[in-house]
């Protein structure tokens, strides 16, 4: 085992902007624990990614988010084009200098506005145009004008514009032509990049959930040669099941010494699954949107404080949680919130939910590095064992999807 994981650790492999390090993987699944090298410093994998989609994680300071150990967040192309606008980006000198984040930065293009904002979208060979809706200003955005955007953003990973169908789409033609064009994109998207020495350009893997149709893809994008590799289209409604075996056929195919990224993935047992099944690198807003619902995430499940039973709750948010809200009072610097002082907030004042937030972002950060430490020992299937017998301590209540797909990379979760 040891022999097996100092093997892996000398294991690497580079382009102009990024470095990939392979340092361990787990003996029974597909989990990898690996160091990702990028223009504003290295990231240990696998990582969660809070999404400041204009420039901002809503509720945290830059050096909030930097205390949570945070070294790569998300921003979102589309929205930065209509607001500052590429004007003011390029004369800021791009989005890090913007929001005074000194660390990575991930964008997405703008494809899953075509989702999101279907209504205001029409999709041609050539673009996406929008209709704004802040002010219903139209906007074109095709491969090579989110490849500008993105160049004056100056992220350390830019995302290729794919053709976005939702997964539960009766429509197979339709979703053929998006994975197909989606490919043509990337082409586009290569030809335009002006940057590739200081950002990266990553593929996305389209498809639905045809399998065949993710392989014919998986192929195609892997032959491009980018510097990292995204599934997209998921988390669109899709049955957990059906997007546990897109996520595993894909894994399977991808080149080992390369990053994989899941995109809008964000729910802990997801994470915990989806590295189990090989996956590198997750994003979504649910952790920081739940939290201005009152939720606080917690390794035994979600709670919400804006429940009365939490009135007279004077234990922390979570207790043996190291984040900067949870911590014992006693402890020099220490917030020492409780679960009273957040019921007490929430809903009249904004400081509930920036506490939430903060410690939302910090249990996913923490639980993939928990997630990490685990490959390293070669214990991951312990871990998740142990995961899950905390969210599920009536064994007869594990989703099933949850058993049925980390049954497949070698994990029993109904067996001791």
Not at 80 to 94: F, K, M, T
Not at 344 to 370: D, F
Request: glycine share 8%; proline share 5%; net charge negative.
């Amino acid at each position: 085992m040891w022999a097996a994981r100092r093997m892996a650790s000398t294991t690497s492999a580079s382009s102009a902007a990024l470095t990939f390090e392979l340092v361990a993987k787990c003996s029974t699944t597909r989990a990898r624990a690996s160091i990702l090298t990028l223009p504003h410093g290295t990231v240990n994998l696998p990582l969660f990614m809070p999404v400041a989609t204009q420039a901002s994680l809503k509720g945290l300071t830059p050096e909030q988010l930097e205390d949570t150990g945070c070294r790569l967040c998300l921003n979102n192309t589309y929205h930065l084009g209509l607001r500052p606008g590429q004007e003011v980006l390029d004369a800021v000198g791009g989005a890090h200098k913007l929001q005074g984040w000194n660390h990575n930065i991930l964008t997405d293009s703008g494809g899953f506005q075509m989702v999101s904002l279907l209504k205001l979208a029409t999709i041609t060979e050539e673009g996406v145009r929008f209709l704004s809706p802040h002010d219903g200003t139209p906007m074109l955005l095709t491969p090579e004008h989110s490849m500008s955007l993105q160049n004056s953003i100056g992220s350390d990973i830019m995302m290729q514009l794919d053709d976005v169908l939702v997964t539960t789409s009766p429509d197979a033609a339709r979703m053929r032509e998006a994975m197909e064009r989606s490919v043509r994109w990337l082409d586009r998207c290569i030809a335009a990049h002006k940057r590739p020495d200081v950002q990266n350009l990553f593929c996305i893997i389209q498809g639905g959930l045809d399998l065949e149709m993710r392989r014919e893809c998986c192929r195609e994008m892997v032959a491009r040669d980018t510097p990292g590799i995204a599934i997209g289209g998921l988390s669109g409604g899709e049955a957990k099941d059906d997007f546990c075996r897109v996520v595993a056929c894909c894994t399977e195919l991808l080149p080992e010494l390369k990053p994989r990224y899941v995109m809008g993935i964000g729910y802990p047992e997801d994470l915990v699954v989806c590295v189990a099944l090989g996956a590198d690198m997750f994003d979504c807003v649910w952790p920081t949107r739940t939290a201005r619902f009152g939720n606080a995430v917690t390794k035994f499940g979600v709670i919400n404080l804006k429940r009365e039973m939490y009135a007279g709750d004077f234990r922390p948010i979570e207790e043996d949680c190291g984040c900067p809200c949870c911590r014992p009072i006693e402890q020099e610097g220490a917030m020492g919130v409780t679960r009273a002082f957040v019921h007490h907030n929430a809903a009249k004042e904004t400081v509930s939910a920036h506490l939430l937030t903060l410690h939302n972002v910090w249990y996913q950060l923490n639980l993939m590095r928990e997630a990490r430490e685990a490959v390293i020992a070669d214990k991951f299937p312990a871990f998740a064992h142990e995961f899950f017998d905390r969210l599920y301590p009536d064994r007869t209540s594990y989703p099933s999807w949850a058993v049925t797909a980390l049954r497949g990379v070698g994990i029993d979760l109904l067996k001791p």
